[in-house]
């Protein structure tokens, strides 16, 4: 899984680890912005048929509501090849499955997934094991 690390100005979560995300502007598909997000914050580009929907949930946050959809996307990329927007990103990193549900256990708040309520983050867990599967039985590995 790729993590990038939010830059130091970023007013939410700075220098915390988070997944690629951002805003739809107004008369924006889902799809689009994320596309566009990908490219700008990291700097690769996605073709629609590449995003997977994995789930659409809405904020508990009382001050900020708003409705995330979280994709997924396989890509082939080295982390040198990855051209970082400086004013959101300051580096990237992958970490494997086990990884983050280490950082969950561990309760590391340098990541901004560790706030993801536990249903929430074992069902996404679950369904990124299987597509860690999935992606074994397709190409043998």
């Known amino acids: 899984m790729?993590?990038?690390k939010r830059a130091e100005s970023k007013k939410t979560s700075p220098n915390k680890w988070g997944k690629t995300g951002g805003h739809v502007d107004?008369?924006?598909e889902v799809e689009t912005a994320m596309i566009r997000e990908?490219?700008?914050e990291i700097g690769i580009d996605i073709d629609?048929?590449?995003l997977e929907l994995l789930s659409i949930y809405k904020s508990e946050d009382v001050k900020n509501k708003y409705f995330?959809?979280?994709f997924f996307a396989r890509v082939n990329y080295l982390i040198e090849e990855y051209t970082l927007q400086k004013e959101e990103v300051s580096e990237v990193k992958y970490m494997t499955i086990e990884e983050m549900e280490k950082i969950k256990e561990n309760n590391d708040e340098n990541y901004t997934f560790i706030k993801w309520?536990?249903?929430?983050?074992?069902?996404?867990?679950r369904m990124l094991k299987e597509k860690?599967?999935?992606?074994?039985a397709t190409h043998g590995v």
């Open 48 to 50: 629609k048929k590449d």
């Open 68 to 70: 995330g959809y979280d």
């Open 26 to 28: 107004a008369g924006e």
């Open 38 to 40: 990908i490219k700008e």
């Open 2 to 4: 790729l993590f990038q």
């Open 132 to 136: 860690r599967l999935n992606a074994s």
């Open 117 to 125: 309520g536990n249903e929430s983050f074992y069902e996404k867990i």
